[in-house]
């Protein structure tokens, strides 16, 4: 097995993570509205060749294919397989091609339900939820629980109280977060990440959200706050359709630059989110490679 992962990020040089999933899944054919861990099951082989993909890239951190495994936001039952069953193949396929080489991320996305005082949701029950879906994927495999695109800080208080008691397994939680660096409920990165540290999670960023300039400003947010490993994953610029055809706006050149001001403010974990590709971890692998030389 790989190092420790929290014994790696001691090390001067940040870790390359992967890139986009679902939308990268969308360009092999996976139908719009179509949850992609249903392709878990259904089709095994393209969930295999993209960890193969961003594995050739570069990447040194494989995310499963998991994102809405919840129980409060996937049924029981999809497609007429179980919900754990897909769970549990998502972090199998990407333990395949990851092999004894490189880390496993498992990933727990939002329930998509907005916790009590906001909604309905209860703090418990979403804790109850998480606690279920860490522990399958524990159980399969991962190397580390990976909390992403959070907007609420208690649902993501509630992921990780989950996490840590359904596993031993590090923890890293990352937020969504607007140019201003704040969350769509308001919170801004600095707060979140002081949080995150009181909690226990063992590296705290951003992911998604409004592309790597709102990322590099959460992330310099988080740095004057929090002295934990900081993890800055954006999406690849903005999407707008051309000829009917979802486009996104940053180059992997561009993706090169961004990776470079990352390292320079102390990124940890580099990697991307929607609308990347296994170019834009190349590139990102290309800025790393040259911060070490």
């Known amino acids: 097995?790989?190092?420790?992962?929290?014994?790696?990020?001691?090390?001067?040089?940040?870790?390359?993570?992967?890139?986009?999933?679902?939308?990268?899944?969308?360009?092999?054919?996976?139908?719009?509205?179509?949850?992609?861990?249903?392709?878990?099951?259904?089709?095994?082989?393209?969930?295999?060749?993209?960890?193969?993909?961003?594995?050739?890239?570069?990447?040194?951190?494989?995310t499963t294919n998991t994102f809405s495994g919840n129980r409060l936001r996937m049924p029981d039952t999809l497609g007429?397989?179980?919900?754990?069953?897909?769970?549990?193949r998502g972090v199998e396929l990407a333990r395949e091609v990851a092999g004894d080489s490189v880390w496993v991320a498992a990933s727990m996305g939002p329930t998509g339900r907005l916790l009590e005082p906001y909604g309905d949701l209860s703090c418990d029950l979403a804790e109850?939820?998480?606690?279920?879906?860490?522990?399958?994927?524990?159980?399969?495999?991962?190397?580390?629980?990976l909390i992403e695109t959070m907007s609420d800080v208690l649902e993501a208080r509630a992921a990780l109280l989950g996490a840590q008691r359904a596993t031993s397994l590090s923890v890293f939680v990352t937020f969504a977060f607007d140019e201003a660096g704040r969350t769509m409920m308001g919170s801004p990165a600095s707060e979140?990440?002081?949080?995150?540290?009181?909690?226990?999670?063992?590296?705290?960023?951003?992911?998604?959200?409004?592309?790597?300039?709102?990322?590099?400003?959460?992330?310099?947010?988080?740095?004057?706050?929090?002295?934990?490993?900081?993890?800055?994953?954006?999406?690849?610029?903005?999407?707008?359709?051309?000829?009917?055809?979802?486009?996104?706006?940053?180059?992997?050149?561009?993706?090169?630059?961004?990776?470079r001001r990352l390292i320079d403010i102390g990124a940890r974990v580099i990697g991307a989110c929607c609308g990347s590709t296994p170019a834009h971890i190349r590139a990102i692998r290309t800025a790393v490679d040259a911060a070490r030389a």
């Open 80 to 88: 007429g397989h179980p919900r754990a069953e897909l769970v549990r």
């Open 1 to 62: 097995m790989p190092a420790d992962i929290l014994s790696r990020l001691c090390l001067p040089v940040p870790l390359v993570c992967d890139g986009a999933i679902g939308t990268y899944l969308q360009a092999r054919g996976l139908p719009g509205g179509t949850p992609p861990e249903l392709w878990n099951i259904e089709q095994p082989d393209e969930v295999r060749a993209l960890h193969r993909a961003y594995l050739e890239a570069g990447s040194q951190i494989l």
């Open 128 to 145: 109850e939820a998480y606690a279920e879906q860490a522990e399958i994927m524990a159980e399969a495999g991962a190397d580390i629980i």
């Open 192 to 259: 979140i990440s002081r949080e995150m540290q009181a909690l226990g999670a063992a590296a705290v960023g951003a992911n998604c959200g409004a592309g790597p300039a709102a990322v590099l400003v959460a992330l310099t947010q988080m740095g004057r706050a929090t002295s934990l490993p900081l993890i800055g994953q954006p999406n690849a610029g903005v999407p707008r359709l051309e000829a009917g055809e979802t486009v996104w706006d940053s180059t992997p050149d561009e993706f090169a630059e961004h990776a």
